[in-house]
């Protein structure tokens, strides 16, 4: 599907990331995710949204450029129009292809493109908005929402002959992987309280393989990560899953991360206090 881009229409004198920017990004980025990568089978679902909401609620916590994280976590999977994003310099050429054309200095062009290049985790992040772009899509990526992204790609992706168990394993793996890597402390106390989903998960083994034979077979069947989430929910009630789809409407996102994260507050001190008397 071709689609003109409306970069050039901007006024290229412009030296700062303004809102014009940020929307072009937005635009530009959500059109990749939705029509280019995986050859269009993630069509409609709401991933860049939740990461840009999770990146601005970090940044605020954390101090960071709101602007830098948001338009870094628009951009953050630009590299799955190419395929697999698991190469930090490929993703970070295709991140300065297309930067490249907008009215951004080449300062904001390369703090933007090195949240794109260590999203993933397998480069360092070095800058505090690298940091959180991470940290916001390894948030989506936990829980049960993470269990269904992770299946989906893998489905789609990087095995599709795979088996449950053999997925079931992976996800052990790559999920305990991402979460060891957060860097900042707003992260660490948001996904204290998605642990406890996940731990819970995998604890019934007979169980999860079952729950990931019905996503592999609706992953295939050319649903989103986002309907195979509401179509579990439809089947048992999971409040973590309903706030994790919930964070990509902006009405509700504020007050689901701040109750997450005053729970989180809640667990460290309660951690603390146990230490503190053992």
Known sequence: MHRM???????KSLKTINQDVIDQIHEDAVFIDWYEAFEGKAYGNQHLSRVVTIAKFLAEKEGASREICEAGAWLHDIGLKAGNDNDPAKIRAIAEEYLSHLPL?????SRIADCVETHEGAREAVSLEA?????????????????IRHTWKIV???????????????LQKHLKERRERLYTTTAKKLLSVLNESLAQFFEDKTQAIETLRMIMKLARAARTSDEIAREL????????????LCIADPSMADHILQAWYAQGEMLEERESAFAGSA
Request: cysteine-free.
């Open 5 to 11: 881009s409306l970069v050039g229409k901007r006024d």
């Open 156 to 170: 789609n992706l990087i095995n599709p002959d795979a088996h449950p168990a053999e997925v079931f394993s992976t």
């Open 105 to 109: 200095d080449n300062e904001s062009k």
């Open 233 to 244: 929910l439809l089947k048992k009630d999971h409040q973590i899953l309903v706030d994790q």
């Open 131 to 147: 940091k959180i772009v991470h940290d916001a899509d390894v948030l989506d990526k936990m829980a049960l929402l993470g269990v």
